[in-house]
Nanobody
Framework: QVQLVESGGGLVQAGGSLRLSCAAS????????MGWFRQAPGKAREFVAS????????DYTDSVKGRFTISRDNVKNTVYLQMNSLKPEDTAVYYC??????????WGLGTQVTVSS
């Protein structure tokens, strides 16, 4: 089973960009679907994006389509979330997760993203 560590969060002005990284340790990173979720204060955790094992199939929640891009490097055991044109409503803790068999089974501790207006 992999362990996940997110990085790259921070404070950015509206319209700016950030790139989140999620480094996986352990075995068989390439066998997992990888995803990003986020949780804003007082709200439920929500799906942001996912990428299949080979990287050829991605999915996004509607609110980030055209602004966020998920990618992965199966040699570096890392998944990325490039976030452009950030909005204050993107402010949240962002979590990396690994899934298998239709369920996300491993979670990182999260990284804070704050977008100021």
């Amino acid at each position: 089973q992999v362990q996940l560590v997110e990085s790259g969060g921070g404070l950015v002005q509206a319209g700016g960009s950030l790139r989140l990284s999620c480094a996986a340790s352990g075995r068989s990173f390439s066998s997992y679907t990888m995803g990003w979720f986020r949780q804003a204060p007082g709200k439920a955790r929500e799906f942001v994006a996912s990428i299949r094992r080979s990287g050829d199939n991605t999915d996004y929640t509607d609110s980030v389509k055209g602004r966020f891009t998920i990618s992965r490097d199966n040699v570096k055991n890392t998944v990325y979330l490039q976030m452009n044109s950030l909005k204050p409503e993107d402010t949240a803790v962002y979590y990396c997760t690994a899934g298998v068999g239709g369920a996300y089974v491993v979670w990182g501790l999260g990284t804070q993203v704050t977008v100021s207006s």
